[in-house]
């Protein structure tokens, strides 16, 4: 999740920008893109937890939330789409995700005592707040173009995880992957 961060935000702060990249029809879309990736990025947050569901003896429990959260989706497609255009693809793929997880999270929560949240995750708010910072000053004050877009990512990525290793350093779990590669 730590790492695809700075790439959901610069995404949400330059919709417009990427898809334009695309040709000026898709701008139209950019709205429906910030929607998308906060709820990838929800689904990000909460991890594998259907995974985890089925390796945990919860199968039928886990088989049960996704089917009510793919009836939750389809029957949000039908009852939005007639009404709100193409926004509202977004609508009923959110609550879908959002069902699953937070379903997933509370059984897992409750049957197997599970906690998913970690205080470590605190600690992706300040390098957080920094890349975003940045990215809007970048959006505001440079020119629209591949090299902004380019330069703002890369920017948005050093700032992210330079300040999260100068600030905390290295944690446990990133050690461990040092030492595999």
Known sequence: VRLSLPLAVF??????????????????????????????????????IGAVLNMCGEEARQLKISVQSVAVGTIGFFAALPFI???AVAVPILTSIFYNNLMCLRVAGKQLG?????????????????AFTFLVAVKLWCS???????????????????????VYGLNEDDRIVVSMI
Do not use: M
Not at 114 to 130: E, G, Q
Not at 145 to 151: D, E, I, P
């Open 85 to 87: 255009g193409l926004h």
């Open 114 to 130: 599970i906690r998913w949240w970690n205080n470590k995750f605190a600690r992706w708010v300040l390098p957080l707040v920094v």
């Open 11 to 48: 995404l949400i702060v330059f919709s417009r920008e990427v898809l334009g990249l695309f040709g000026s029809e898709f701008e139209a879309g950019w709205l429906l893109l910030i929607l998308l990736v906060c709820g990838q990025l929800f689904n990000l947050i909460c991890g594998p």
């Open 144 to 166: 629209d173009g591949w090299v902004t877009l380019s330069g703002g990512l890369v920017g948005c990525y050093v700032l992210f995880h330079g300040i999260y290793l100068l």
